[in-house]
């Protein structure tokens, strides 16, 4: 292999490094969940945490991250407050804080006031604030003034919204996907000015609540994917907000999509079910035809399923990570399971990855850390956070960060490098 020019491994590297800090939308990134990381710990203490701070509401929603500040949003129900919170990651001191106030309206028990995740760019924090008398897409700059908001639709469904925007290039997309009453459609907007560039109406039949994300075939433009029970998993140009293929995959019984699309090379991964019925993970992969791409199905997945949380795809492996507590990995290349195991707990929130480790954070605070190296479900250690908890964990650098439903958590893993399993094989 020729021998890159030093510049050009400089930047290299550098690149690398400003991508390590980076956890800018629902999962990280494009969703993945992954993290290049190396020194995460699986065991730590409360007297371990770098800094752990009080929040002024409670949010299903997770953190974001550019550099050294963190964004997210909580609610405060009773005083009828919404905040969103820019944290200095090193410190845990609140750099500013905006509050909005909103009418309280009906949502599952279950749910929040705050669950949208906000999405960062370098220039920008986008929060989408849903209710059932109306809706607001806000860009704020990373100094905490609002550059522009947009008037959405209302939101109607009984168990509340819970979209999360993402960032695409120039463009903030909206997956908006409610039932028979309300305005179901995908838009794209200027994130610089929050103009309209495209929306797609959809048919309302069951409110969804996926995130979407990017696919990138060889040798063509990216793909925009976005996944419906009803719809099943759709590509679409982000440019033009083109329709370039859609597949029905998931079938006509009583389910909902709320985990996300994530991508594995050219396998694109969804998921649809329903609590205690039918749920399906199923990997398709676009091919173009004369000029027309055509989807087939890969393999499908139907036993130990998840509801709620994301697939997560490390390397090779496919995990799934279920709302009641099992964890299962699959070859990601063909579905077929290599090993299944029970760490028990209730999921709402998402696994996340890093250097081989696994984190699943049940609805206690209870988070367990499974070996994602290993040829065998193996548990490497449970941590209490002593609260309860519904928010994916964000990454960066060397750090991770917990949201529970008082407390936000910052555990530093270069400090802990006696708790830190080695390096996978």
Same mark, same amino acid.
């Given at each position: 292999m020729p021998r890159l020019p030093s510049l050009l491994l400089i930047l290299l590297t550098c690149q690398t490094a400003f991508a390590e800090k980076q956890w800018d939308r629902f999962r990280g990134p494009n969703g993945s969940g992954v993290s290049n990381s190396a020194k995460l710990p699986a065991t730590w203490s409360p007297q371990d945490y770098k800094w752990s701070i009080k929040l002024p509401g409670v949010g299903h929603s997770s953190p974001v991250i550019w550099n050294q500040r963190l964004f997210t949003t909580v609610a405060d129900r009773e005083a009828g407050q919404r905040q969103l919170l820019c944290v200095d990651i090193k410190s845990g001191k609140v750099v500013w804080q905006k509050n909005y106030a909103f009418d309280p309206f009906k949502h599952n028990k279950q749910n929040?006031?705050?669950?949208?995740?906000?999405?960062?760019?370098?220039?920008?924090?986008?929060?989408?604030?849903?209710?059932?008398? @109306?809706?607001?897409?806000?860009?704020l700059?990373?100094?905490?003034?609002?550059?522009?908001?947009?008037?959405?639709?209302?939101?109607? @469904?009984?168990?509340?919204?819970?979209?999360?925007?993402?960032?695409?290039?120039?463009?903030?997309?909206v997956c908006n996907e409610m039932g028979k009453v309300g305005e179901s459609y995908l838009l794209a907007l200027d994130s610089s000015t929050g103009k309209p560039r495209w929306r797609i109406d959809r048919i309302g039949d069951r409110a969804c609540y996926s995130t979407p994300?990017?696919?990138?075939?060889?040798?063509?433009?990216?793909?925009?994917?976005?996944?419906?029970?009803?719809?099943?998993?759709?590509?679409?140009?982000?440019?033009?907000?083109?329709?370039?293929?859609?597949?029905?995959?998931?079938?006509?019984?009583?389910?909902?999509?709320?985990?996300?699309?994530?991508?594995?090379?050219?396998?694109?991964?969804?998921?649809?079910?329903?609590?205690?019925?039918?749920?399906?993970?199923?990997?398709?992969?676009?091919?173009?035809?004369?000029?027309?791409f055509s989807v087939q199905e890969v393999y499908r997945v139907s036993k130990t399923v998840p509801h709620v949380p994301t697939p997560l795809v490390y390397g090779e492996k496919m995990f799934l990570w279920t709302d009641t507590g099992i964890v299962g990995c699959f070859n990601v290349a063909n579905g077929k399971v290599q090993w299944q195991g029970r760490v028990g707990g209730t999921f709402y929130s998402s696994p996340v990855c890093a250097s081989g480790l696994l984190y699943g954070v049940d609805r206690d605070g209870l988070v367990t850390v499974v070996d994602a190296s290993a040829s065998t479900f193996t548990i490497l250690a449970r941590n209490q956070l002593g609260d309860a908890c519904a928010a994916t964990p964000a990454?960066?650098?060397?750090?991770?960060?917990?949201?529970?439903?008082?407390?936000?958590?910052?555990?530093?893993?270069?400090?802990?490098?006696?708790?830190?399993r080695k390096p996978p094989r």
């Open positions: 929040s006031s705050a669950t949208h995740t906000p999405a960062v760019d370098a220039e920008r924090i986008y929060t989408l604030w849903q209710t059932n008398t @109306g809706s607001l897409l806000r860009a700059d990373h100094a905490g003034n609002e550059v522009w908001q947009v008037d959405l639709t209302s939101y109607h @469904g009984g168990h509340g919204p819970g979209t999360s925007p993402i960032v695409y290039k120039d463009l903030v997309i994300c990017i696919y990138q075939p060889a040798g063509h433009d990216p793909h925009l994917i976005f996944t419906h029970s009803y719809r099943g998993i759709t590509g679409v140009d982000p440019a033009n907000g083109k329709q370039l293929w859609a597949v029905d995959v998931f079938g006509t019984h009583n389910q909902r999509a709320i985990g996300s699309p994530v991508v594995a090379g050219s396998l694109i991964i969804g998921s649809s079910g329903f609590t205690s019925g039918i749920k399906h993970v199923v990997a398709v992969q676009p091919t173009l035809e004369e000029e027309q990454i960066s650098g060397d750090s991770i960060f917990f949201k529970t439903h008082s407390r936000l958590i910052c555990i530093d893993g270069s400090q802990l490098q006696s708790k830190t």
